[in-house]
């Protein structure tokens, strides 16, 4: 069994609660908007990370987080973007992609709303963390966390922190 804690649009920001919700984790996968090389390396110290860059992330994030990362966790396909659409309206940059060869799990961000929505179309589990930063327009921070045992997805849990 592998503990997941998922983050998105931090903006440069990073709560101690987030750290604290995922301590228990064995990996972290940020969808992107990190703002600062500072907080993946702070995250990447604590547990492995899977991340990729966002719309607002310079040059430092840009050289060592790609735009998508497709991986493999148990014996699930895991796919991480920025800029990913919902189920019924993908991005345009992934929607082929994702209706030829879609993943199991779907993570993105951007849009600081926290989602998660079965796409039964293409049997998929869409997942947005919501923003976890201080930019935007979000009235409250979130965070994900859960357990992938093989091929079932378990015990998902909410993170939500007041700004």
Known sequence: ?????????????????VLDFFANC????HAGDIGDIKIADKLASLKPLKAVYGNIDGTEVR???????RFKCENLDVW???????????DY????????????????????????????????LHINPGAA?????????TAIRFDIDKKDIKNMEILEIER
């Open 63 to 69: 050289a060592v987080y790609k735009k998508n990362n």
């Open 80 to 90: 991480i973007t920025h800029i990913g659409g919902y189920p019924g309206r993908y």
């Open 133 to 141: 930063g201080n930019s935007g327009m979000h009235k409250v921070k």
């Open 93 to 124: 940059s992934i929607r082929a992609e994702i209706y030829k060869n879609p993943p199991d799990i779907f993570v993105c961000g951007h849009s600081h709303i926290l989602k998660v929505i079965n796409d039964k179309k293409i049997d998929c």
């Open 26 to 29: 064995d990996e972290i996968w």
């Open 1 to 17: 069994m592998t503990k997941i804690g998922v983050i998105s649009d931090t903006h440069g920001f990073l709560s101690k609660k």
